[in-house]
């Protein structure tokens, strides 16, 4: 009865149009879809409807009343569950995120979820994820936050269905695919730390990245008619020395002493580098009708929490999260995710005619930031004290553990997703 298929604007699962026919039997559907959408109970949710043959219009009236998450402001509370997966049943976590293995002796940090302040952010459902991407193309496109958002994407599926590596890229893994034959699903990871057309600094080149604020970086770009869904995130290699150019000439510089270039900082050029990208997305894609549906969503900037030096003794010692009003979101963390908002309502206004393209930020920063104990700190390598403490050890205070409090963005991703789903059937 609920088949899954291509919309006429939106690629996720259309169940509007199926659905339509006012058939008495269309009704068992669409209470099938909204519990399927929205497993956990919902404030106005009424069993009662299952077993009644009230008209679907009455359904809609109801869903009409409820207002979306803001999972932005909330806390994180105890959670007795713990993660959906770990090491063993996880293949794909990388190395330097694979804290359990490398000996982090503390596991609190695992038992805890996210409780927005008005509502519930349910548990990552991964044959709900399955089945909303069905026949799509997901791909993650960024730093290496991307890839560890994309790699604790990757864990929570695989406890439920083991994706198959299907390309990678000779160096660094900066480029693979992953497929999910079953359901017919490819996820991919594209390495853009800029997503702007960028010449990253190296040993051999300039000690500074060169960005061409101008062009989005073709890299992943050229690939962009195949994708449904696209998750942007980047951020942190804004703050490195750099050199910026736009059009033909150089627009400036950042931390670039003997270069005659003026210092403009990296916040102006952060946002020129979304805004190049969501633009091109835009005019690459967005249709009036019939075209195939994409939709954009930005991660924003998550927090890094070094205490001190980065290769000190604890450098990021904690092992429970802030509690709410503990920690504000304030300096570089707050501006990086300003910008971020910012430009995602920008590109919503300018897209506002075309109906198959979805643009929304997936407001993180906050609720990372609530995170210090969340990294791998010295545990980015195994057993870092097996020969005892020493004063000075590499830590890694920016990315994630795996499980960690990284999966929480994928669950919040999910009811974006779901979000949006439910809209649409509101819509018809
Ligand atoms: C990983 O998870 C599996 C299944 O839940 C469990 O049996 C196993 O003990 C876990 N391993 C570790 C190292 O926690
Ligand atoms: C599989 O998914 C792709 C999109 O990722 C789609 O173009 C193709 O038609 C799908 N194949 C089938 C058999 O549905
Ligand atoms: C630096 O740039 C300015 C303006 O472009 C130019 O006048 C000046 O000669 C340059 N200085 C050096 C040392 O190249």
Redesign the pocket.
């Known amino acids: 009865m609920v088949t899954f ?1 291509p919309s006429k604007d939106h690629s996720y699962p259309s169940l509007t149009r199926k659905l339509l026919p006012w058939t008495f039997y269309a009704i068992i559907p669409l209470v099938f879809v909204r519990l399927y959408f929205y497993p956990c109970p919902l404030p106005h949710s009424n069993p009662i409807l299952i077993s009644s043959s009230l008209p679907p219009s009455t359904l809609e009236e109801e869903s009409a009343k409820e207002t979306p998450c803001d999972f932005t402001s909330g806390d994180w509370v105890p959670d007795k569950w713990g993660p959906l997966y770990n090491g063993t049943t996880c293949s794909t976590i990388k190395e330097g995120q694979n804290c359990i293995a490398h000996g982090r002796p503390d596991m609190g940090y695992l038992y805890w979820r996210w409780k927005p302040k008005h509502c519930n952010l349910p548990r990552f459902d991964p044959n709900t994820f399955l089945q909303l991407f069905r ?3 997901l791909a993650f496109v960024g730093d290496s936050m991307a890839r560890n958002q994309l790699e604790s994407l990757l864990c929570m599926l695989a406890s439920a269905s083991a994706p198959e590596l299907v390309y990678r890229d000779g160096k660094d893994n900066k480029f693979r695919r992953w497929r999910f034959d079953s359901q ?3 996820i991919s990871v594209y390495w853009s730390p800029f997503l702007v057309k960028g010449v990253e600094k190296s040993n051999a080149g300039p000690n500074h990245n060169k960005l061409y604020l101008d062009h989005v970086d073709e890299r992943w770009a050229a690939d962009m008619n ?1 994708f ?1 869904l696209l998750v942007l995130s980047i951020g942190h290699w804004f703050l490195h020395p750099a050199v910026y150019y736009e059009g033909d000439s150089v627009l400036g510089c950042h931390y670039c002493p003997g270069l005659n270039y003026t210092e403009i900082g990296f916040y102006g050029v952060l946002r020129k580098a979304l805004k190049t990208t969501l633009k091109t997305a835009i005019e690459r894609r967005g249709r009036v009708t019939n075209g195939k549906g994409i939709d954009v969503i930005v991660t924003t900037f998550s927090p890094s929490h070094f205490e001190g030096e980065w290769d000190k003794f604890g450098a990021c010692p904690k092992t429970e999260p802030y509690q709410e009003g503990e920690k504000s979101l304030e300096g570089m963390d707050a501006e990086m995710r300003k910008i971020e908002i910012e430009e995602i309502e920008a590109a919503k206004l300018s897209a506002i005619q075309f109906d198959n393209l979805r643009l929304e930020a997936l407001d993180v920063t906050k609720l990372s930031l609530m995170r210090p104990d969340g990294h791998p700190g010295p545990y980015m390598y195994p057993f870092p004290f097996a020969n005892g403490v020493t004063e000075r050890v590499q830590n890694d205070c920016v990315h994630w553990c795996l499980p960690g409090p990284i999966d929480t963005w994928n669950e919040i991703l999910l009811e974006l997703i779901k979000g949006w789903e439910y809209q649409s059937i509101k819509e018809e």
């Open positions: 298929g026949n799509k193309h017919n699903i490819t195949v449904d």
